[in-house]
């Protein structure tokens, strides 16, 4: 059974970088058939789409993040990872980790099929 | 963007109540479209894949319908299992977008 995992600060500073690490577990996050990506849902608010990585580093990213936003993959730990920087009240938030399917084959949907429990991520000083 | 808007933000039903959830979009999206249900303090669990398509371990009372810019979700007969908020997601451009929700209570 795949099994995410984020890991990261629950609280950050405004102007501070947030990183969160996303650890696969069940599976391999090198599959061609997978993208990985990070979605996040504000108190009281619903969800968005941060971004998502392949296995080769091909990164799609919201461009109302873009400019603030880094994922990154370390297929040697079976993990991704989540920057964002120059943080702000705005950015609190759950911050989910989940697998994307790419469409090609008929198992791999193109939905998030496999999610994180989430971590909260408070921005305060 | 593709804007998803749902209706309503929230309602309340009878257990046993046929409970239905539409979602629009913004621009023809075919059957590129997802259902999710979110419970507090849980991640949110794929309910249907490609407009109509039940995923994996969801009980059939759920189903969804719907093409091109309008879309369905439907519970045949309401559960307490089933209060949750969901959301329905379009894969059809970049960026991904989700609706706004909507919040299913019991009556």
């Known amino acids: 059974q795949l099994q995410l995992q984020e890991s990261g600060p629950g609280l950050v500073k405004p102007s501070e970088t947030l990183s969160l690490t996303c650890s696969v577990s069940?599976?391999?996050?090198?599959?061609?058939?997978?993208?990985w990506g990070w979605i996040r849902q504000p108190p009281g608010k619903g969800l968005e789409w941060i971004g998502t990585?392949?296995?080769?580093?091909?990164?799609y990213y919201n461009p109302s993040l873009k400019s603030r936003v880094t994922i990154s993959v370390d297929t040697s730990k079976n993990q991704f990872s989540l920057k964002l920087n120059s943080m702000t009240a705005a950015d609190t938030a759950v911050y989910y980790c989940a697998r994307l399917g790419d469409g090609v084959v008929v198992a791999a949907t193109q939905a998030f099929d496999y999610w994180g429990q989430g971590t909260l991520v408070t921005v305060s000083s | 963007d593709i804007q998803m808007t749902q209706s309503p933000s929230s309602l309340s039903a009878s257990v046993g109540d046929r409970v239905t959830i539409t979602c629009q979009a913004s621009q023809d999206i075919s059957n590129y479209l997802n259902w999710y249900q979110h419970k507090p303090g849980k991640a949110p669990k794929l309910l249907i894949y490609?407009?109509?398509n039940l995923g994996a371990g969801v009980p059939s009372r759920f189903s969804g319908s719907g093409s091109g810019t309008d879309f369905t979700l439907t519970i045949s007969s309401l559960q307490p299992e089933d209060i949750a908020t969901y959301y329905c997601q379009q894969y059809d451009n970049l960026p991904l977008t989700f609706g706004g929700g909507t919040k299913v209570e019991i009556k």
């Open positions: 990585i392949f296995y080769s580093g091909s990164t």
């Open positions: 490609d407009a109509s």
């Open positions: 069940g599976g391999s996050i090198s599959s061609r058939n997978y993208y």
